[in-house]
């Protein structure tokens, strides 16, 4: 039987790994290279900004912004910006939600440096409130604001929402007028737009066996970037307004190569490109080839057809549906148990190779997710070849979790 680039693959990290026990993640940095170049090349001259999110590792963070065309950070949480900033990987973080924290906000206030390289995201004047209550304008260096526009698709006259629920500016008249009173507001700049269609970004187009829905899904996302090319450009005419912009943010993994294509974006957020995910196999423009793995070892064979892991259950977030559970990727021929699905401790597998396995084999998985791979493990292996060539810690395995 001839071997295949499975067969390749799971041979070569089954070697670079064979010292270590599982359950341990890895990152092929052939994949993760490949895939930050290709990103690259899809944003067609626009600088990407890394998704930390997607990625919860300082050094492969600082991977990716060390290759050109990538620069800043979109980080989750106020203090992981402040953290990352604070270890010189970043001197630009964007702040991707509006933050309650008032220790970090306390912290940024207290620092000029940090209030310089920091950017908060608002959506309302309660969340300008929050920041002047733990300091006000006169105590502290003057903070620098990006406005979140709500880029969901409203068609019908409003009737059906298309998309997340994020910010409740949705129209250019809003966006101007929450710019206006931020520009009126002491201690505060107003630098940045940011606008995530998450309906085109982060909804797969071509989803395996659902020919129906993907044609629903192309649909919808046609009808929802059209629109919103004409009302990101004019809620960022009506920012302008008020404030000297300096960057327009939009965009993700699954959208770079149109987001990019709007002349009102400056620059696009990615991330779980860099990983490739299983979520992102259901995309037709461009699907990232798989660079993060974790494995588990068989410990059991309740049947002749039936092979048994340790672990496996890591769940990614979302829908609870079968789309967010980890995938047994290598060897090839395996699934999950319909009755069992992904345990926390164990994960039976059936399937054709199933029978194959021994007690000790490793099984490898593809997370559903990028990032929230790194919530499960304290360290990533780099694998170069046939070899680990580096053991790099997780954002959990330097101790934060954020989230």
């Known amino acids: 039987m001839a071997t295949t680039e499975s067969d390749e693959l799971r041979e070569r990290l089954d070697r670079a790994t064979a010292h ?25 001259g626009k600088p990407l900004r890394v998704a930390s999110k997607s990625v919860r590792s300082r050094e492969l963070i600082g991977r990716a912004l060390g290759r050109p065309g990538w620069h800043g950070v979109m ?3 106020l203090p992981e910006a402040i953290w990352l900033v604070r270890a010189g990987v970043t001197d630009d973080a964007l702040v991707a939600y509006p933050t309650a924290d008032r220790g970090a906000l306390a912290g940024l206030a207290a620092d000029p440096a940090l209030a310089a ?19 006000p304008p006169g105590r502290r260096p003057e903070l620098r604001v990006c406005l979140d526009l709500d880029a969901s698709w409203r068609p019908l006259g409003g009737r059906v929402h298309v ?5 409740p500016v949705h129209s250019a008249r809003a966006a101007g007028a929450l710019a206006a009173t931020v520009a009126g507001r002491a201690g505060f700049r107003l630098v940045g737009l940011m606008a995530y269609e998450a309906q085109i970004a982060g909804l797969g187009d071509a989803p395996p066996g659902r020919a129906v829905l993907g044609s629903a899904i192309r649909l919808a996302q046609r009808g929802s970037y059209r629109e919103l090319l004409a009302r990101r450009s004019a809620a960022v005419a009506a920012v302008r307004e008020h404030a000297d912009l300096e960057f327009v943010n939009g965009g993700g993994t699954g959208s770079v ?3 990019s294509a709007d002349p009102a974006v400056t620059e696009v957020t990615a991330g779980s490109g860099l990983y490739g995910p299983t979520l992102f ?11 993060a793995f974790f494995a588990c070892a068989v410990v059991r064979r309740p049947a002749p057809g039936l092979a048994t892991v340790l672990g496996g259950g ?15 990727w290598l060897p090839g021929g395996l699934k999950l148990v319909g009755t069992e699905g992904a345990g926390e401790v164990q994960t039976p597998l059936a399937g054709t190779a199933a029978a194959t396995l021994r007690v000790g084999d490793r099984v490898w998985f593809r997370h559903a997710k990028a990032g929230e791979l790194c919530e499960h493990v304290n360290e990533l292996h780099l694998v170069e070849g046939d070899a680990v060539v580096a053991t790099v810690p997780t954002y959990r395995g330097e101790g934060h979790a954020f989230l």
């Open 20 to 44: 270590l026990d599982p359950p341990y993640a890895v990152v092929d940095l052939a994949a993760f290279d490949g895939n930050a170049a290709a990103l690259v090349d899809r944003a067609a």
């Open 257 to 259: 190569a149109a987001t």
């Open 314 to 328: 890591w769940i990614a977030s979302g829908p609870a549906e079968g789309s967010r559970l980890p995938r047994p």
């Open 163 to 167: 998309g997340v629920r994020r910010s």
């Open 75 to 77: 980080a989750f949480t």
């Open 281 to 291: 196999d259901a995309y037709r423009a461009w699907r990232p080839t798989p660079a």
């Open 117 to 135: 390289a920091v950017t908060l995201m608002v959506d309302g004047t309660d969340q300008l409130d929050l920041v002047d209550a733990v300091c």
